[in-house]
């Protein structure tokens, strides 16, 4: 295809260049070129008047004529002056750099169309750097009206390759493909969505002479992505269900049937029943299960990951279950150790820190197929680590694994065990299907009965004294506080010194021996960070104080109360996450933000969103509408769907329809053979080669 052709068989594109654009901009192909998408447009249709120049003004484009042209000041401080006029004033132009160019070609007397930022100096508006160009009014008609801006880099500036360079070297590419760019959707599907062609999209998108013009490639260009990636993706998806081949787990046995009549310690919910359903229908069929388990923090995902691997080993098969920490996986193993044993089950954990000579005894037992199930860190994909007959494997948090990692673990048994992903971030449905959408997901959308929703309050800094007598009287009624400080790369010097000072003044206030604290931080040795963690688990000292390492799954029931300090800086996910901490036992939990008095409106708005509403998937809607996809916690590796010009936020309708146009399409003709959807077969190939692990999550 056109646009997999490389740079290269350009001829007229210098080898320099093509250099520099892989480099700086990872262009390769015509095809990356012209993704190269503008990222605004500075519109050029309107000249103003000198004298209409004001304060609010972004850039504009003047008219006028070019004098008194100087070179001021010393050798190493010069600059160039010039003075533009025309009908309605005068304004300074200057140069600072490139000074010698400038005055060559600059010409005195005739008419240039100038553009750039007036800035106000000295009681004075001038432009610096002006973009030059002499009027001619043939040329103004030709010329763009929306003149496209690109991302740049220090390189490319150096190298004096801009805006300007890009548009020309982009129409160059363009005029030479004229007629050749292959059209990716049939003419039926182009003219019910009234899209114009792909060729004219692409140059478009980098010319628009309206904004019309603009918006129609715009759709255009959305809809190519959003809706091949949904191809692919419910392809993968395809692909899994029917073709990869898993254990079947016929029957429900003994240790399923004794758990769920004589130890299960309390009634499930609906949503876990349902979510289980969904488990055993997958597993019962000999095709390898994928799926990803949503639930809010406290729904009761541990469960029925446990339910699950009762069903694999009344089948004879182990189940492993891999936590993203090793204090996670610890926890996980003392929970699951209680139910394990009730049934009589053989329960191990392996975690980096574990010993060599105990080891041994552990892979022994799995070798020997003793050990029912396994509970540990990445130290499970070790090639040491081998099962008897491995058949499902859980996956706590995000937890993302490379395809090599994957591989490894697949190659543990004959065939791929079972995967059972817990996701304790509650994403809107629409961004789970993209992310995730070669997995089959279920949500838990029910929290048990009978739990305290935790009261959340918004504190202002001046009324720290209040909070500080609340957690006085929630120690002394035997409870544990968490108090958690922002920590982010580019104040980091300055975040420690909140943290410390914050940790320094609380331990003023509760003094030892009555009191004891708790601090975490990156900083600290791991050896360290454990060992408080694991004083503050035993109820061994009062108050935790913390950056954001306690984010992940810790828990601690007992503590009851989470201060959020700057509340303001951190994003609503991640605000979520950490209230999800407190609110595990019988006990009324709480939940402090503190901020200063100034609060952006957004800030704003995700206080007043955490402080009305429990609901993760509510928060999650809020902060998918505020932040973009993105940032939203958990999904930073949506990168890796290579998104160009849709945004998963704001063209969420887009993306539903692209999702059910996709759906349709795959319902009629799933291997695409049919001559109608060649253009789309060819299409998908060629982005097959280019992304090989799209959207693989386990
Ligand atoms: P998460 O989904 O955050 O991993 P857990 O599985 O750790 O949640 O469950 C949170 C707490 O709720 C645990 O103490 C668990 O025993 C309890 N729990 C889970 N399901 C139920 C239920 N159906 N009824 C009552 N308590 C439950
Ligand atoms: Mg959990």
């Known amino acids: 295809m056109l646009l997999s052709v490389s740079l290269q068989s350009f001829q007229a594109i210098p080898p320099k260049r093509i250099a520099l654009l892989k480099k700086e901009c990872g262009i390769e192909t015509v095809g990356d070129l012209l993704q190269y998408y503008p990222f605004r447009y500075v519109d050029r249709t309107k000249f103003y008047q000198i004298r209409e120049i004001s304060e609010e003004l972004p850039y504009i484009q003047l008219i006028g004529k070019i004098d008194q042209i100087r070179l001021q000041g010393v050798k190493h401080k010069q600059r160039l002056t010039a003075r533009l006029s025309d009908t309605s004033g005068s304004i300074e132009l200057v140069w600072f750099q490139g000074i010698k160019y400038i005055q060559q070609n600059i010409q005195n007397g005739i008419e240039y169309v100038v553009f750039g930022k007036p800035t106000l100096f000295q009681q004075n508006w001038n432009i610096a750097h002006p973009e030059l160009e002499i009027y001619s009014a043939e040329k103004a008609k030709l010329a763009p009206r929306l003149q496209p801006v690109y991302p740049g880099t220090e390189a490319l500036k150096r190298a004096r390759f801009d805006s300007k360079a890009f548009s020309v070297l982009i129409s160059q590419v363009i005029n030479k493909c004229?007629?050749?760019?292959?059209?990716?959707?049939?003419?039926?599907?182009?003219?019910?969505?009234?899209?114009?062609?792909?060729?004219?999209?692409?140059?478009?998108?980098?010319?628009?002479?309206?904004?019309?013009?603009?918006?129609?490639?715009?759709?255009?260009?959305?809809?190519?992505?959003?809706?091949?990636?949904?191809?692919?993706?419910?392809?993968?998806?395809?692909?899994?269900?029917?073709?990869?081949?898993?254990?079947?787990?016929?029957?429900?046995?003994?240790?399923?049937?004794?758990?769920?009549?004589?130890?299960?310690?309390?009634?499930?919910?609906?949503?876990?029943?349902?979510?289980?359903?969904?488990?055993?229908?997958?597993?019962?069929?000999?095709?390898?299960?994928?799926?990803?388990?949503?639930?809010?923090?406290?729904?009761?995902?541990?469960?029925?990951?446990?339910?699950?691997?009762?069903?694999?080993?009344?089948?004879?098969y182990q189940a492993c279950l891999m936590a993203p920490t090793e204090i996670l996986a610890q926890q996980h193993y003392s929970g699951l150790k209680d139910l394990a044993s009730a049934v009589g089950l053989n329960i191990g954990l392996l975690t980096g820190s574990v010993k060599k000579k105990d080891r041994r005894p552990i892979h022994a037992q799995l070798q020997s197929g003793e050990m029912h199930i396994l509970v540990g860190t990445h130290a499970l994909l070790e090639d040491e680590v081998q099962f008897d007959n491995l058949g499902l494997v859980v996956i706590d948090e995000q937890h993302r694994f490379g395809v090599a990692q994957r591989a490894r673990l697949w190659a543990k048994n004959t065939l791929p065990p079972h995967v059972l992903i817990m996701s304790a971030t509650p994403?809107?449905?629409?961004?789970?299907?993209?992310?995730?959408?070669?997995?089959?997901?279920?949500?838990?959308?029910?929290?048990?009965?009978?739990?305290?929703?935790?009261?959340?309050?918004?504190?202002?800094?001046?009324?720290?004294?209040?909070?500080?007598?609340?957690?006085?009287?929630?120690?002394?009624?035997?409870?544990?506080?968490?108090?958690?400080?922002?920590?982010?790369?580019?104040?980091?010097?300055?975040?420690?010194?909140?943290l410390m000072d914050g940790f320094n003044h609380l331990t003023d206030y509760f003094p030892s021996p009555k009191y004891q604290l708790s601090i975490v931080h990156g900083k600290l040795p791991a050896a360290d960070k454990e060992f408080e963690m694991h004083r503050f688990v035993k109820h061994q000292t009062n108050i935790m104080v913390a950056t954001t390492v306690i984010e992940v799954g810790v828990n601690v029931p007992n503590a009851s109360v989470m201060i959020i300090e700057s509340a303001e800086r951190f994003g609503l996910s991640q605000l979520h996450q950490l209230r999800g901490r407190v609110g595990r036992g019988a006990d009324q939990s709480y939940c402090i933000l503190m901020t200063g008095f100034k609060l952006s409106k957004e800030a704003r708005t995700r206080l007043e969103t955490m402080v009305e509403t429990n609901d993760g998937?509510?928060?999650?809607?809020?902060?998918?509408?505020?932040?973009?996809?993105?940032?939203?916690?958990?999904?930073?590796?949506?990168?890796?769907?290579?998104?160009?010009?849709?945004?998963?936020s704001k063209d969420n309708k887009l993306l539903i329809y692209c999702r059910e146009l996709a759906v349709k399409v795959l319902e009629t003709d799933p291997e695409l053979i049919l001559d109608i959807h060649a253009p789309m077969r060819k299409k998908l190939d060629s982005l097959k080669q280019k992304y090989q692990n799209w959207g693989r999550i386990s």
Not at 274 to 301: C, E, H, T, Y
Not at 624 to 648: C, V, Y
Request: glycine share 6%; net charge neutral; aromatic share 8%.
């Open 178 to 316: 004229r007629g050749k760019i292959e059209e990716s959707l049939p003419d039926s599907v182009r003219q019910m969505l009234n899209l114009i062609a792909l060729e004219d999209a692409f140059r478009l998108i980098h010319a628009p002479s309206n904004p019309e013009e603009l918006q129609k490639a715009e759709l255009r260009l959305k809809f190519e992505e959003l809706f091949f990636l949904q191809l692919r993706l419910l392809q993968l998806n395809q692909i899994n269900r029917t073709s990869i081949k898993g254990f079947s787990f016929g029957k429900i046995g003994n240790y399923f049937n004794d758990f769920y009549k004589n130890h299960l310690p309390f009634e499930l919910t609906g949503a876990q029943k349902k979510v289980l359903k969904q488990i055993r229908s997958d597993v019962a069929r000999p095709i390898q299960m994928n799926r990803l388990i949503q639930g809010d923090v406290g729904s009761g995902k541990t469960i029925v990951a446990f339910m699950s691997m009762l069903m694999a080993i009344d089948n004879g």
């Open 427 to 498: 994403i809107p449905r629409t961004l789970a299907m993209t992310l995730y959408g070669d997995l089959d997901i279920s949500v838990i959308d029910e929290l048990p009965p009978g739990r305290k929703p935790i009261q959340t309050t918004h504190v202002y800094e001046q009324d720290r004294h209040r909070v500080l007598a609340f957690i006085r009287d929630q120690i002394n009624l035997g409870r544990q506080i968490y108090v958690v400080y922002p920590l982010i790369e580019e104040s980091e010097q300055m975040d420690y010194k909140n």
């Open 617 to 648: 998937f509510k928060i999650a809607e809020v902060d998918l509408m505020l932040r973009g996809p993105g940032d939203l916690q958990g999904t930073q590796q949506s990168g890796n769907l290579d998104l160009k010009i849709a945004d998963i």
